[in-house]
């Protein structure tokens, strides 16, 4: 199953991947559920860089540790929790930025390994996640227009 969640923002790619880039300023101000977020391995957005981050998700806290395996700048990154338990379910998330005559697109997929019955016993917890990609899409949207 994935999880996506699409965002169309009236700036360049280059203004969404640069908000990436400086993400230990900007994850609390993302969104409200946002903890905490600090590199814990190499400094930004490169391939092999380590991350930790906090958030609470339908009123829990997560608390994950995340690599990243695959950056092109100002179009796509994607990491995989470090965690082998998490990594099972989780196997990766990433974020796709595309150019538009408009602004970009920004699109959220979170890859998850579960069946029908898995998918269903968990349904609340899946909702408030696609609540929260839905609401972190909104909320850079917010952000970014405002500042260009």
């Known amino acids: 199953m994935i999880l996506k969640e ?3 923002i009236a700036v360049p790619s280059e203004s969404v991947y640069q908000f990436f880039e400086e993400m230990e300023e900007n994850y609390e101000r993302w969104h409200p559920d946002h903890i905490t977020f600090r590199w814990t391995e190499g400094g930004g957005l490169e391939q092999g860089a ?3 981050f906090e958030e609470r998700i339908a009123g829990k806290s997560q608390k994950k540790t995340v690599k990243f395996v695959e950056v092109t700048p100002d179009h796509y990154l994607e990491f995989k929790p470090t965690s082998l338990l998490i990594g099972l ?3 990766h998330i990433s974020f796709t930025i595309d150019a ?3 602004g970009c697109e920004l699109t959220q997929r979170i890859k998850v390994r579960t069946g029908p019955i898995g998918a269903r016993l968990n349904k609340s917890e899946f909702d408030a996640v696609r609540t929260h990609m839905r609401e972190e899409g909104e ?3 917010h952000i970014l227009e405002s500042e260009d």
């Open 6 to 8: 699409t965002t169309s």
């Open 50 to 52: 380590e991350a930790y």
């Open 89 to 91: 379910l989780i196997p």
């Open 100 to 102: 538009r005559a408009e």
């Open 139 to 141: 909320n850079l949207k």
